[in-house]
């Protein structure tokens, strides 16, 4: 598919008004994207885990404005209270879509939005947010193209989800999302994501990431702002060509089950994600004193328990810890035992792999 094939018709089906409703999960990359070209076009494939526990739920309400406008017209609440704050990336992610969906400025919406997780608990909420509001865009679409497909549904609303925030068009489905060309993966593109298309091993269903909250503050450096410093990075080249490589090897990892090489994998991409960070100019550490402490916990739980837990990390301190269900009361007793006191005000998430967005 090409970018054209998301720009409607018009529309032969009229619509007043209604209201959508969808909770969409977070995600966690295995294989990082960092680094983006014009419109949200990532410069190197990614791959993650559809999280389940935490996600966005968002209640989009639309009604015909009756004239025809020039500018969106919309109220947004935060867990049920006014918030303004949010709107200018919302005038974003609405200016970046309407080309795709040219109904926009026809409607007035209402779009209520409240998470799982705690706010500031440092857990980014741009993919669960995306999704779930790109999620309700389609589903005013889909009345106003009732024969669309649901093959459809789903891909335009990762494609628009990408628009909003790249990693958000990881969230539409689960529970092993691909974006990003890659020549070894049959389907996948820069412009949505596909559900994982090859064997995965029965050891990586009900994966478990406890989210460890190292540092629940405002990070100081965006993701936006990180992605940028990517262009004239002394090392990106090589960078974007290790994500691909690490691609080719996770398909015979997945299908084999081979833990050890997962997460070899795994927390290799986590550290040269933040190794970027780090060499970037000008150059910043996300990591805190306790997210390094975490890291040489487990590499020594590992050792001694011969079981298989591994971190990863987003663009902040915060750690994931991914290990499968087998293992599952071994490495929640030790995360109890020896991580808990390293988390802000020793809180953390129990989170799984999920499935994907839902409809309310
Ligand atoms: O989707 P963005 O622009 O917030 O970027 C997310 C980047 C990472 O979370 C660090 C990696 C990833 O692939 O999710």
């Not at 007043?16 to 990082?32: C, D, F, T």
């Not at 919309?74 to 109904?103: M, S, T």
């Not at 497909?149 to 539409?172: E, H, N, W």
């Not at 009900?206 to 936006?224: C, E, F, P, R």
Request: net charge negative.
């Amino acid at each position: 598919m090409t970018e054209q094939d998301f720009v409607p018709k018009p529309y032969e089906n009229q619509v007043q008004e209604g209201k959508a409703s969808y909770r969409s999960p977070s995600n966690i990359a295995l294989v990082k994207y960092w680094g983006k070209k014009k419109d949200q076009i990532p410069a190197n494939p990614s791959i993650s885990f559809t999280l389940d526990a935490c996600a966005t739920t968002t209640t989009l309400t639309y009604k015909k404005r009756g004239y025809k406008a020039d500018d969106y017209s919309y109220e947004l609440f935060f867990e049920g209270h006014k918030k303004d704050a949010f709107k200018p990336k919302i005038d974003v992610f609405l200016g970046r879509i309407e080309k795709y969906l040219p109904f926009l400025k026809e409607y007035h919406f209402e779009i209520e939005t409240s998470n799982s997780f705690p706010h500031s608990s440092g857990i980014a909420s741009s993919a669960s947010g995306m999704s779930a509001l790109a999620l309700c865009f389609m589903h005013l679409e889909k009345e106003l193209v009732p024969e669309m497909t649901q093959d459809y549904f789903i891909k335009k609303a990762s494609f628009l989800a990408r628009l909003g925030s790249g990693s958000a068009c990881r969230s539409i489905e689960g529970d092993l999302v691909q974006w990003g060309t890659h020549e070894n993966t049959a389907g996948s593109t820069d412009l949505y994501g596909i559900k994982y298309p090859y064997e995965v091993h029965h050891v990586f269903q009900n994966y478990h990431d406890t989210i460890l909250l190292v540092d629940k503050g405002q990070k100081q450096v965006s993701s936006t702002v990180g992605h940028d410093l990517m262009h004239g990075h002394p090392f990106a080249e090589r960078r974007f060509d290790q994500a691909h490589e690490n691609l080719t090897k996770l398909r015979s990892i997945f299908k084999s089950g081979d833990l050890n090489s997962f997460i070899k994998i795994v927390e290799g991409e986590a550290l040269t994600l933040h190794a970027m960070m780090m060499t970037s100019m000008p150059y910043f550490v996300l990591m805190k004193p306790n997210t390094l402490e975490i890291i040489n916990k487990i590499w020594a739980f590992r050792e001694q328990s011969k079981t298989h837990p591994c971190f990863t990390l987003d663009a902040g301190a915060n750690v994931h810890v991914l290990y499968p269900e087998s293992e599952k009361s071994e490495v929640d007793q030790f995360i109890q035992n020896e991580l808990v006191a390293y988390c802000e005000n020793g809180q953390y998430l129990c989170d799984r792999i999920g499935f994907g967005a839902k409809k309310m």
